[in-house]
């Protein structure tokens, strides 16, 4: 028989609970099943370690160490390959000749491989076809993939590269997405969602603007660039270590490529040095390559792509072009009108559906539309095929409406805050554009008249103008927005997840499921899920790699949802592991005095704890565990989850695509100096809603790091390509995301509280990933409004972004102009 | 590449020889080319450092060297260990991330990460730890209040994707209240010492080793025989430029000199009339002096790079690689700074005005090096130097300003109006000059030279900015020089300048 381990601690150890916290915990799984709203009743602790703990991540200590080890960390056996990639260096013609007789003669090439080297599928397009594993004939961007070569060491590998005779017939390349959407060039159809008579809106409306933004892409920098490690099975297949967003999809990939069933390829991915959209889809190309040559020879293999290559080979998020045409009353309030944001797609289709997709749906960001047409194009440029990238194209198109709000504000002479706020979703004013209601209606006003309260908004808008007034050089600027972001995936079968939870006989939790961690916290959310329905401490709860041959068909980790649909899952796990063990503790236990009284029993604080006050039996969690083994009762379970409520349909373009909104505000104040362009952003105050939080400390630290990161975006992170279609800003020399002096100096932000989520998500929190991002959005309306005085605040800047000190400089020198020559420098009609 | 940890002592000029968190390391047959990062990861398969983009811009290779000081103690600074070369360990104290913890226990800088969730994904941390490290270490030796300043210089080289920095910066603050715990390697007092010795012999053997190899000659003589003998062996100081060659586009570098240890281009020397500068002398070690001399110049330094390539980069190495948008030659022109070139068939001094011939061709001869740089010194000037870039930090100038004049009875004297990024190489722009010399500095003048400048210059378009935004900034940054001039500034002494920018 197998022996049971030697449980520490003795049965009492732990006598004194806090019965408040198990009230509150049945108050709490209550609460969890009704629909509607509540109040938030429970605002601290629910035992030790649980869920709403700012525990720290479950890797800190091994972060802080460098023991946490990343792919390229990973030990390999001696004689394991590295493989280098050779690269189109144009950006459109056709593959006319590969000399490659050079590259497989250099020192230590081992294996080289092409287009007519893959087994099965040749294409690894995620959702619709079009991105070839390596070039056919077809080129269709500079950095696309046109061979590998395997290696015993990586500068071997990438030396050999450079020996391909490589013949080209070049044709120009398309590199305006504007142009391209008029000759009608697009990776897929366009789709057009419309409430309203919005023509005959435009026809009758006291005032009507138009405007027009360029919006750039933005780069990940995930810091730990793509990169996997092969090794081959026993039998056909492979074992794929990857920095992956999306292990299923990979393990998909991986078999079609290599032709073999899925359940001969296991994707494992324990930790990514930063995902940030970037290895949703665009992880599964190498994984493939490196799967073929482990196929092929029989060796574990590795693909690390240096920065560059990286840069110039993966896309990056959409740069779009929006245009607006929207009617407006006297107050500046909307009417409606017409929308068109044309997102720049790259080569290919990749996600690019549905991420313009959500650029429509937040066309509207936290405004009534009134009656609008929202058209979505998809435009193919020569370029890397754009990809998911946090806020998933919601960014993008809530730059068009956040333009426009400014400009009517500067129109109707109002303060730009008043504009918004008149605009915001109301009572009678509640449904979106594509059908949606819009549920918490007074949360956003709410965020945002205790952010204008707390950020001292008006007080400090009358010391700016006085300030301005005076100083010819330095102008302030200061502005709020707010987001209002749709949570769930727009892809309905997408919106599901599963765990796998098993209990060891010492007690110990082993908590699997479909999730990747790649910084978010979402590893330590689940533990505490899992801790806090089993009544553990965190510290006896693990995590390990996220693997396909543990939790299988899981979807990727993105759309925010990683700890709204894994937690559930988790949660499910562990609730019926829970009731498995209390089923079986209410028979087993006081068997001679007819057993516990099922109703009373409950896990609190790693005890099995039965009836209250005094005489409660306290049976040791780790004793509890031991019984229901010789019990025979299972100590594994495996949870589902899918999202309720959710449904769109593309023909009528109506529905509810988002389980809920998430919201938040945010103040920015800048300072501009308007001879050189350059500026700084003094301060910033920030009210976000997560509903009740899982992991303040986590939440928070999503809240900063999204909109610094939506900072970079709109200020220094800029892409540039040469005519040729080369990415010229291919490395961090040149591509600059915030460093660390670019964090304000006076950075306030706080999470909303005493709204819970109205949706019966996990314990009622709110995804957080993506919407803080564009909360960042005020940064740009900042430097707006400083650009703006001016024109002492009655012209509007063009100012497309990233707004560079460049930009910056050359909006100032033509606002001035205009002042000069009289010349209207604005932008809007 | 072979990797031993034992004490013996043979004379092998191409192993490298160093302390590793406290143990003595040997590593032999280490090629001329292979970084410290890849000696780490591979070699001695410590992956704890990374790799985020192998051109010095990320942080995530940051480490620690601990050289001897005179007062017998190790000085750690910061370095990318990507674009270090690994011979550059030879005898100094190498500290990773691995080397910081006691068992179990986190050093400071480790506690008060985790205590502050300063890490996401983690993987700009060990970087960022091991900035916070030296942060901390210098604080031990030289207290100071940890000012806005202070901090951006010490973590301005560290890119992080995930924070946005803020618990960052509250870490770096809370270090000092986390329990004093420290490696068991900082135990041993003796360390210092065995670094030192270790540091005197290894230099005296690998000093004339054979070519194909990494040479690390001690004295100016020694560097003039091998320059006699190895024309073609490249010169490395910092290698903070010379690096990107091989990790970012593959070259070569089998043939290498290295210039950081030569005695006499790491002096800085005072004369009545100025100050003599070794080529060899790094940014850091040159701070002090420009601080008190050249206000200026020094304030630029805070947005020269970042600390981890302050720490190595170098004067020479800025003058030698003559990019059209290095920092310091338009400074250097503005100064009217001279250089001192050497080598086999003697040395000659020349106004750096005479060096810089064509985009990154100078007057230095195949076996020449530069020696030093003279700064003179002059009561009266004024200098004023601007940097535009992306971003403030760490980033590479669009333009770079240096201004410098003397006011005589109100007017403008020995006027020199210098650039980078305007043109094929750093340049004074003559014309304008003439239009400031002996001039007030009123708006007639001012608009003058403008149009001079205009009428001189054309600069390029490129990743860092368009020829129009180039030459509208060159402009207005004139114009900034006027109105900081302006003895009654507009109105109630409103500012011309962002404080942070200020130079
Ligand atoms: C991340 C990063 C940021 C940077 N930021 C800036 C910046 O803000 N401003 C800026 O100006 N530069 C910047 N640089 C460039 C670089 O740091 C500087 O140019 C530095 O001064 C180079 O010095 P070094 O000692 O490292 O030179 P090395 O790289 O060692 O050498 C550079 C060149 O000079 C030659 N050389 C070196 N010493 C001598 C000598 N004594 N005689 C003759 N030839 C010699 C070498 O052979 C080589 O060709 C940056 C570099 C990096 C990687
Ligand atoms: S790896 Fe980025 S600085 Fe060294
Ligand atoms: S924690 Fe991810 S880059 Fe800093």
């Known amino acids: 028989m197998r022996t049971l381990t030697k449980l520490p601690g003795s049965p009492n150890a732990e006598a004194d609970v806090a019965s408040e916290s198990a009230h509150a915990r049945k108050a709490q799984v209550g609460r969890n099943k009704g629909d509607g709203p509540l109040a938030r009743d429970v605002t601290h602790d629910q035992g030790q370690g649980n869920a709403s703990h700012s525990r720290q991540h479950e890797s800190a200590i091994k972060h802080v160490t460098g023991r946490a080890a990343y792919i390229d960390d990973m030990p390999a056996p001696a004689d394991a390959l ?91 390349a398309s590199l305006d997405p504007v142009a391209a959407a008029e000759r009608e060039e697009f990776v897929r159809p366009t789709h057009v969602q419309e409430s309203g008579d919005w023509q005959q809106v435009l026809e009758g409306a006291p005032h009507v603007l138009a405007g027009e933004q360029f919006v750039g892409g933005q780069e990940h920098f995930y810091l730990e660039g793509q990169a996997c490690l092969v090794a081959p099975t026993e039998d056909e297949g492979v074992i794929v270590y990857t920095s992956n967003q999306h292990p299923s999809e990979t393990q998909k990939l991986v078999a079609e490529v290599l032709d073999i069933p899925f359940h001969a390829v296991t994707v494992e991915t324990r930790r990514m040095g930063g995902g940030f959209g970037g290895k949703e889809t665009q992880a599964s190309p190498w994984a493939c390559i490196a799967a073929i040559i482990a196929r092929r020879t029989g060796r574990t293999t590795r693909i690390r792509l240096p920065r560059a290559e990286d840069m110039r080979a993966t896309g990056k998020r959409h740069p779009f072009h929006n245009r607006y045409r929207l009617g407006f009353d006297d107050q500046g309030v909307l009417l409606g009108g017409d929308i068109t944001v044309i997102g720049d797609c790259g080569y290919s289709p990749d996600l690019s559906e549905a991420i313009v997709d959500r650029a429509m749906f937040h066309a509207d960001n936290a405004y009534s539309l009134g009656q609008v047409r929202v058209t979505g194009q998809r435009a193919r440029t020569h370029t890397a095929s754009n990809t998911a990238f946090r806020g998933f194209g919601g960014p993008q198109g809530m730059m068009v409406i956040e333009a426009a709000m400014d400009d009517i504000a500067r129109q109707v002479g109002e303060d730009p805050l008043t ?35 707390s950020s001292d908004y008006w007080a400090r808008r009358q010391a700016i103008r006085q300030y301005n007034a005076k100083s010819p050089i330095i102008k302030k600027g200061l502005a709020l927005t707010p987001v209002k972001f749709g949570i769930s995936f727009t892809a309905k079968h997408l919106n599901q ?31 505490q899920v899992v801790a806090r329905e089993l009544g553990l401490d965190m510290d006896q709860v693990r995590i390990s790699a996220t693997r396909t041959d543990k939790v299988p068909n899981t979807s990727p980790t993105a759309a925010s949802s990683g700890a709204d649909l894994n937690g559930m899952a988790a949660k499910d796990a562990a609730s019926q592991l829970r009731e498995r063990l209390l089923d079986f503790a209410a028979t087993h236990f006081n068997a001679e005095q007819g057993g516990l009284d099922r109703e009373g029993l409950r896990l609190e604080n790693g005890t099995l704890i039965a009836g209250d006050g005094p005489d409660a039996k306290r049976i040791p969690w780790g004793e509890l565990v031991q019984a229901a083994y010789l019990g025979r009762i299972s100590l594994s379970a495996k949870g589902f989850y899918s999202t309720p409520l959710i449904h769109y349909d593309r023909e009528t373009a109506k529905g509810r695509p988002f389980y809920y909104y998430a919201h938040g505000a945010s103040v920015s104040e800048v300072s501009v100096d308007t001879l050189s362009g350059e500026y700084q952003v003094t301060r910033v105050d920030i009210l976000h809603d997560v509903g009740d939080s899982l992991n303040p400390a986590i939440d928070i630290g999503q809240v900063e790091g999204g909109f610094i990161q939506g900072m970079g975006w709109l200020t220094t992170e800029e892409l540039k390509w040469n005519e040729a279609g080369r990415l010229v800003s291919d490395g961090p020399a040149t591509y600059k995301i915030p460093a660390f002096g670019d964090l304000p100096e006076v950075f306030n932000v706080a999470l909303m509280q005493g709204h819970p989520n109205s949706q019966a998500s996990i314990y009622r929190s709110k995804a957080v990933g993506e919407p803080p991002f564009m909360l960042a959005i005020s940064v740009w309306s900042a430097l707006r409004d400083a650009l703006s005085s001016l024109t002492d605040y009655h012209k509007s800047p063009a100012l497309d972004t990233p707004a560079t000190p460049e930009r910056v400089l050359l909006a100032a020198e033509s606002l001035r102009q205009a002042a000069v020559h009289g010349t209207d420098a604005d932008d809007s009609e | ?141 030289r207290p100071a209040p940890f000012t806005q300043q202070r901090l951006e210089s010490a973590l301005g080289g560290n890119l992080c994707r995930c924070t946005g920095y803020r618990p960052i910066r509250d870490a770096a603050l809370q270090m000092a209240d986390q329990p004093d715990t420290h490696p068991t390697w900082a135990d041993d007092p003796s360390l210092p010492g065995a670094v030192a010795s270790l540091c005197r012999d290894v230099m005296g053997r690998t000093e004339g080793a054979s070519p194909g190899h990494y040479t690390i000659p001690r004295s100016l003589e020694a560097l003039r025989e091998l320059k006699r003998e190895r024309p073609e062996a490249r010169l490395v100081a910092g290698a ?229 935004y180039r030459l509208v900034a060159a402009s207005n940054l004139l114009e900034r020089l006027r109105l900081s001039l302006d003895m009654i500034p507009t109105d109630n002494g409103m500012e011309v300048m962002l404080d942070a920018y200020a130079h």
């Open chain 2, 240 to 468: 903070t430029d010379l690096w990107l060659e091989t990790t970012q586009q593959l070259k070569p570098l089998d043939d290498l000199i290295d210039v950081s240890r030569v005695e006499e281009l790491n002096r800085v020397e005072a004369h009545p009339e100025g100050w003599w500068v070794g080529a060899a002398v790094t940014y850091s070690r040159l701070a002090p002096l420009l601080d008190a001399e050249f206000p200026a110049f020094g304030r630029l330094l805070h947005r020269f790079a970042s600390m981890q390539i302050r720490n190595r980069g170098t004067l020479g190495g800025n003058v030698a690689n003559a990019s059209p948008i290095g920092d310091c030659p338009p400074v250097l022109l503005a100064l009217d700074a001279r250089l001192l070139l050497d080598g086999p068939d003697g040395e000659r001094d020349m106004p750096i005005d005479a060096f810089f011939l064509d985009y990154k061709q100078t007057a230095l001869k195949a076996n020449e090096f530069i020696r030093g740089i003279f700064l003179p010194r002059s009561e009266a000037r004024q200098l004023k130097v601007w940097k535009l870039s992306k971003r403030r930090e760490d980033d590479i100038s669009a333009v770079l300003a240096a201004f410098a004049w003397r006011l005589e009875d109100g007017v403008m004297r020995d006027v020199r109006l210098a650039f980078g990024g305007m043109a094929a190489i750093p340049l004074r722009v003559p014309a304008a000059e003439a239009a400031l010399e002996g001039q007030k500095p009123d708006e007639a003048a001012f608009a003058e030279a403008k149009r001079a400048l205009r009428r001189e210059l054309s600069p390029m378009s490129d990743v860092r900015g368009s020829a129009e």
């Open chain 1, 419 to 453: 504009v918004r706020k008149r605009n915001l979703y109301r009572a009678g004013r509640d449904i979106t554009h594509y059908g949606q209601r819009v549920e918490q209606l007074t949360l956003l006003h709410d965020i945002v008249s205790q952010l204008e309260e």
């Open chain 1, 497 to 527: 997840a599963g765990a796998l939870l098993h209990v060891y006989t010492d007690g110990s939790v082993m908590i699997n499921h479909g999730g990747t961690e790649m910084g978010q916290g979402l590893h330590t959310k689940v533990c």
């Open chain 1, 82 to 172: 590295h493989v280098a990639l050779g690269w189109s260096p144009v950006a459109h013609g056709r593959l006319t000749r590969l000399e490659l007789e050079r590259v497989k003669a250099s020192p230590g090439v081992v294996d080289v491989i092409t287009f007519v080297d893959i087994p099965g599928h040749t294409d690894v397009g995620p959702i619709f076809p079009g991105d070839p594993l390596f070039v056919d004939d077809a080129i269709s961007y500079l950095g696309q993939c046109l061979f590998a070569v395997a290696a015993d060491s990586h500068k071997a590998a990438r030396f050999a590269v450079t020996q391909a005779g490589i013949e080209i017939d070049e044709r120009p």
């Open chain 2, 1 to 141: 590449m072979s990797v031993a940890s034992s004490n013996n002592n043979v004379a092998d000029p191409a192993m490298i020889d160093f302390y590793l968190n406290g143990k003595r390391r040997q590593c032999a047959d280490i090629p001329p080319d292979c970084s410290m990062l890849e000696l780490l990861r591979g070699p001695l398969g410590h992956t704890g450092t990374k790799e985020g983009c192998a051109s010095g811009d990320c942080g995530a290779c940051t480490v620690a060297i601990g050289e001897p000081t005179a007062d017998g103690s190790l000085n750690y600074h910061t370095v990318n260990a990507c674009i270090t070369p690994a011979h550059q360990a030879q005898g100094a104290h190498l500290v990773t991330v691995e080397g910081l913890s006691r068992g179990d226990a986190l050093h400071p800088a480790q506690a008060a990460m985790v205590e502050c969730h300063a890490s996401q994904c983690g993987f700009c941390t060990p970087g960022i730890v091991m900035s916070l490290f030296v942060l901390h270490e210098t604080q031990r030796t």
